[in-house]
């Protein structure tokens, strides 16, 4: 599975963006969809997951009620919705997908594949 991430951009707060992550491969509609960010001298973290179906998800508390996630099989993609958004949002963005049809991880180790990255910027 092959992931590319697109959508990032200079926002101002309070603004929304959406990001879309396509994958190739006929098995995308069987895995875990994932959202990850890094900001410069931090960490990797969880920021959404989304089951294979789209019936489950799972939110970082720093974005819940912002933050959308969703997929469209059909379409190989799945799209983050943010909304909101705050100066601490801005970080690279990545996506990336786990074999599990729901895992609900949210530790980077416990995916299989990753996406590029998308720059996110939100300005105060």
């Known amino acids: 599975v092959q992931l590319q991430a697109y959508g990032g951009g200079l926002v101002q707060a309070g603004g929304s963006l959406r990001l879309s992550c396509a994958a190739s491969g006929r098995t995308f509609s069987m895995y875990t969809m994932g959202w990850f960010r890094q900001a410069p001298g931090k960490e990797r973290e969880f920021v959404a997951a989304?089951?294979?179906?789209?019936?489950?998800?799972a939110y970082a508390d720093s974005v819940r009620g912002r933050f959308t996630l969703s997929r469209d099989n059909a379409k190989n993609t799945v799209y983050l919705q943010m909304t909101s958004l705050k100066p601490e949002d801005t970080a690279v963005y990545y996506c990336?997908?786990?074999?599990?049809?729901?895992?609900?991880?949210?530790?980077?180790?416990?995916?299989?594949?990753w996406g590029q990255g998308t720059q996110v910027t939100v300005s105060s």
């Open positions: 990336a997908a786990d074999r599990d049809p729901w895992s609900g991880r949210i530790y980077p180790r416990g995916y299989d594949y």
């Open positions: 989304i089951s294979w179906s789209g019936g489950s998800t």
